[in-house]
């Protein structure tokens, strides 16, 4: 089955330095993927949607500066955290959508990235 | 805009015991429903979706049916394991395929 795959799994990082998360869709193509992020017992909050080849829409109160996205091609989308701090600590989850799906197709997830900043 | 409420746990059962966790949506258009499972450390895995009014979905032992009348999507397994233990979410995704989440449940099946 389609399978989406996140690098690194864990990354530590010094508070002040940027990390940069990669979200590959392994067998198919994605026009579209979905940053989330998710804190110790809480759900998963919808971050920006990535779109290949333009700018990505980030959802009302996600500082566009801070959270980098770039989706360069069909298969790859970035979340690079720049200027990383302390409460930037965190489960980072991408998704994303098969280009020639119809609406209502499955979305698969990624094993997601754990982010601490120190 | 879209939402789901989801019924919040943490839920305790003990095992065979028969599991029902509430969902409920808010959307505009058809959206697709779904149910996640997300065990400790690790990120979220499908475990059924229906993507119409009146289909049910199903997987490992669990159902759960689209039902437009209450705008729900209720899950529920009739014997769990100790391995069901796991954050359950209710999602949905609409028109603009995005997916939004509930609050997710914490269920504990002891032996």
């Known amino acids: 089955g389609a399978v989406v795959s996140q690098h690194p799994s864990w990354v530590i990082c010094k508070s002040g330095t940027s990390v940069k998360i990669e979200c590959r869709s392994l067998?198919?193509?994605?026009?579209?993927m979905f940053w989330y992020r998710q804190f110790p017992k809480q759900s998963l909050m919808l971050m920006a949607t990535?779109?290949?080849?333009?700018?990505?829409?980030?959802e009302q109160g996600v500082e566009k500066d801070k959270f980098l996205i770039n989706h360069a091609s069909l298969t790859l989308s970035t979340l690079t955290v720049t200027s990383a701090h302390p409460e930037d600590s965190s489960f980072y989850i991408c998704?994303?959508?098969?280009?020639?799906?119809?609406?209502?197709?499955?979305?698969?997830f990624g094993e997601g990235s754990w982010l601490t900043v120190v | 805009g879209n939402s789901v409420t989801q019924m919040e746990g943490p839920v305790t059962l003990s095992e065979e015991a028969f599991l029902t966790i509430n969902c409920t949506y808010t959307?505009?258009?058809?959206?697709?429903l779904f149910w996640y499972v997300q065990y400790p450390g690790e990120g979220l895995q499908l475990l059924l979706k229906?993507?119409?009014?009146?289909d049910k979905g199903s997987n490992k032992g669990f159902e759960a049916t689209y039902r437009k009348e209450t705008t729900s999507f209720h899950l529920e397994k009739g014997s769990v394991q100790v391995s069901d233990s796991a954050v359950y979410f209710c999602?949905?995704?609409?028109?603009?395929?995005?997916?939004?989440f509930g609050a997710g449940t914490r269920l504990t099946v002891k032996p």
């Open positions: 998704s994303a959508r098969d280009s020639w799906g119809l609406p209502g197709n499955t979305i698969y």
């Open positions: 067998d198919f193509q994605a026009t579209t």
């Open positions: 990535s779109n290949e080849g333009s700018k990505a829409t980030y």
């Open positions: 959307a505009t258009g058809y959206p697709s």
């Open positions: 229906a993507t119409k009014a009146d």
């Open positions: 999602a949905l995704s609409a028109d603009n395929n995005d997916m939004r």
